[in-house]
């Protein structure tokens, strides 16, 4: 069964503060996507990643991916308010579909 | 960048009439398109794919016959929800990948069905 997790599903954190999304999936693939949803929003496009070893960074926001422990994480610097979202893994599991992860809310605390 | 373009973005309908959501790619082609639904406070679920020119591939337990697509151009897909009823109600999102942008998949704005 193709599956991707996502830990946590919740997540406070103060302003500041450091933290790490984890998500982990269930048979190989090299083509795992990070996504960010606002409240009734669409998904926005945050990182590709495409190859083991792979990371990508974009302001306070770094991916990675490490293929052989089929796990990507998603890691947060000096959170700022402006971070709070739910932000989603996907997985391609070959077929050029995607497999979304549970999702983890985050809320940044000021 | 790509750009895809999702129509309209929220309905209120009645229990019983159907609806129409459309998907537009407005600068490049998309031989394939997908639909995904999304509930209140969960994760998206892949519905169908949608490819042009022929018939959708939809997801185990989907009703195809409720679910009504059709991919008619290179730029358009359409999803019609046919007798809607309450447990219809959701967040519908297309995505579509633009080739040349590399392994990118871009998503319309969604859409919010409400049933009566």
């Known amino acids: 069964e193709l599956k991707v997790e996502q830990n946590p599903l919740f997540l406070s954190m103060q302003e500041g503060k450091n933290y790490t999304i984890y998500c982990n999936y269930s048979?190989?693939?090299?083509?795992l996507y990070w996504y960010r949803q606002d409240p009734g929003k669409s998904l926005e496009s945050l990182f590709v990643l495409l190859s083991n070893g792979a990371v990508k960074q974009e302001g306070r926001l770094m991916a990675s991916l490490d293929t052989k422990a089929r796990l990507s994480t998603l890691h947060i610097t000096a959170a700022v308010h402006d971070l709070s979202a739910t932000y989603f893994c996907?997985?391609?599991?070959?077929?050029?579909?995607?497999?979304f992860g549970t999702g983890t809310r985050l809320t940044i605390i000021p | 960048g790509a750009v895809v373009s999702q129509h309209p973005s929220w309905v209120i309908c009645k229990s019983g009439t159907s609806v129409k959501i459309e998907c537009r790619s407005l600068d490049f082609q998309a031989t394939t398109m997908f639909w995904y639904r999304q509930f209140p406070k969960q994760s998206l679920m892949l519905m169908a794919t949608s490819n042009e020119g022929s018939k959708a591939t939809y997801e185990q337990g989907v009703e195809k016959d409720k679910f009504l697509i059709n991919h008619a151009s290179l730029t358009l897909s359409t999803l019609t929800v046919t007798s809607a009823h309450p447990e219809d109600s959701s967040f519908y999102i297309c995505?579509?990948?633009?080739?040349?942008?590399?392994?990118?998949?871009?998503f319309g704005s969604g859409t919010q069905l409400s049933v009566l």
């Open positions: 996907a997985v391609d599991f070959g077929n050029e579909k995607l497999t």
């Open positions: 995505s579509a990948r633009d080739g040349s942008s590399g392994e990118k998949l871009f």
């Open positions: 048979t190989t693939s090299d083509r």
